[in-house]
Structure formats: structure tokens, C-alpha cells
């Protein structure tokens, strides 16, 4: 089947070659976990690798935060942009759901105009202010979803989450879980007094996918996947143990 990659180590592997076309793909995490370096990351492999414009609609950061981000992983974002392959789109989530709700709207027109194939939404978070009902809100990321595929678009969506070490979330919205193709987790584990990165793909529509906690890093080139932890077990807990028992398998890069 045909594979969107996302042009990160590891991460395709875990996604058994990447996620599928016309789909929506959460990524959630705690501040500072990666998550809009994974979604740059996607947009800026498939500008420069697969020949797939894109965009970023941002709902928190000037599209200047993105241009210097990018420039620290290498990635000129602003040539991008003037070559016409990639536009990045400040707004708010009532406006991109009203544009995406009438023909001929403004992301419908880029979407054209340059021939976008993939859009990384930053943040999910935000359409949480659009409704206290719970029924209501996931109607609402379910019909904004949607229309980003009917555009033809291949989605990362960011989702921030307060659970910093594996605590659990008081209050946490579930409804986007449910309503996305595919669900990666990014968590800190403390591990010998030192606090590392895990990433966990939770679920993945229509596909198999790697059902193993693998440690990641940010480095100068981007988001890296590594090996899997070995030797612990509770990983996702933020406190892992020792296993006396190797039948179990989770992460530590050693």
C-alpha cells in the first residue's frame, strides 16, 4: 500500500513505511517533547524529498517562530515559501473551520494554487475553547478533519498534554484520539536520575504498526528514532523498573 513518509529515522519503520494517504495523524506530548520539529519535519521531507508542497496552519506561533526553527535544523523555510512550495498560515481555529466549511476558501485556494499534499496543524489544542460539550467539540475536530482530507491533504495534527511523566490527565479530551488515523505519543521517562524521550505509535487505521516503545532525540538534523528500551518495563509510567524477566522488552539506548 502506498506509504506518506515522513522522512524521519525510525519513525517510518515504526509505521511500517509511514502513514497512509489522506489521512489524519495526531501527535501528542508534553511541552518541549518535539512535537512541531516532528511536524516541520514532515512538511520539509516531503517539499525536498517526495516533490509534495505543503503547508503549516498555525494557531499560536508568527510564522517567523517556524522560519527560525526551521533554520536550525538546516531547513530554509522562507526560500520554500518563495518558490511556492510551501506556505505557512497564521489564523485561529474558528477561522480555519469557517474557511474550510464554504467553497472556495482560503486554504482550499493554496491547496490548489501550489499543489499541497501534506499540512501540519499546530496546535489541536486550541479547538478546545470552541466548546465546553464534549459531544459538540468532537463534532466539530470530526468535520474539521474531514475536510482537510476531502482537500486531498495528508495531516499531522499537534496535540499538547500536560502529563509530563507519564502522570495521568485530569480532564484530558479524548474525543480527537477517536476521531484520528493514527495516534503517536511522545513522553519523558526519567531513567538513573536522567529524563529521556519516548515515542509510542498507540494506534494506526487500516495498518500494522510497531507496538514498541523506542527512545528519540532532537538533534541538529531533526527528530531521530532509536532503538528500542531494553531491560524495563513501566516505561510509559515516566518511572521505569528493571525486569528480572527479558521476556518483556520496552527502550533505553545503551
Request: aromatic fraction near 8%; hydrophobic fraction near 40%.
Amino acid at each position: 500500500m502506498e506509504r506518506i513518509k515522513t522522512g524521519i529515522p525510525g519513525l517510518d519503520g515504526m509505521l511500517c513505511g509511514g502513514f497512509l494517504p489522506q489521512t489524519a495523524n495526531l501527535v501528542e506530548g508534553a511541552p518541549g517533547t518535539g512535537k512541531t520539529t516532528l511536524g516541520m519535519q514532515f512538511i520539509y521531507h516531503g517539499i525536498v524529498a517526495c516533490g509534495e508542497p505543503g503547508l503549516i496552519l498555525t494557531f499560536e506561533e508568527f510564522p517567523q517562530q517556524y522560519y527560525n526553527d526551521a533554520a536550525n535544523f538546516g531547513w530554509d523555510f522562507r526560500q520554500m515559501e518563495q518558490e511556492g512550495k510551501l506556505r505557512v498560515i497564521m489564523t485561529s481555529p474558528e477561522v480555519s473551520k469557517a474557511d474550510l466549511e464554504q467553497v472556495g476558501g482560503r486554504i482550499e485556494r493554496l491547496v490548489q494554487k501550489i499543489g499541497a499534499k501534506r499540512i501540519l496543524v499546530d496546535s489541536l489544542s486550541h479547538f478546545e475553547r470552541l466548546s465546553r460539550d464534549p459531544a459538540h467539540l468532537r463534532s466539530i475536530i470530526y468535520g474539521f478533519v474531514n475536510s482537510l482530507k476531502r482537500e486531498g491533504l495528508t495531516t499531522v495534527l499537534t496535540r499538547e498534554s500536560m502529563a509530563l511523566l507519564g502522570e495521568a490527565e485530569e480532564g484530558g479530551d479524548e474525543a480527537s484520539a477517536f476521531l484520528v488515523d493514527s495516534y503517536v505519543l511522545l513522553r519523558y521517562v526519567e531513567i538513573e536520575s536522567a529524563v529521556r524521550k519516548a515515542i509510542l505509535v498507540l494506534k494506526m487505521r487500516g495498518s500494522d504498526h510497531d507496538k514498541g516503545i523506542r527512545q528519540f532525540d532532537v538533534t541538529s538534523r531533526g527528530v531521530e528514532v532509536q532503538s528500542p528500551f531494553e531491560g524495563r518495563e513501566g516505561i510509559m509510567s515516566g518511572s521505569p523498573r528493571r525486569m528480572a524477566d527479558s521476556f518483556v522488552q520496552a527502550f533505553v539506548r545503551r
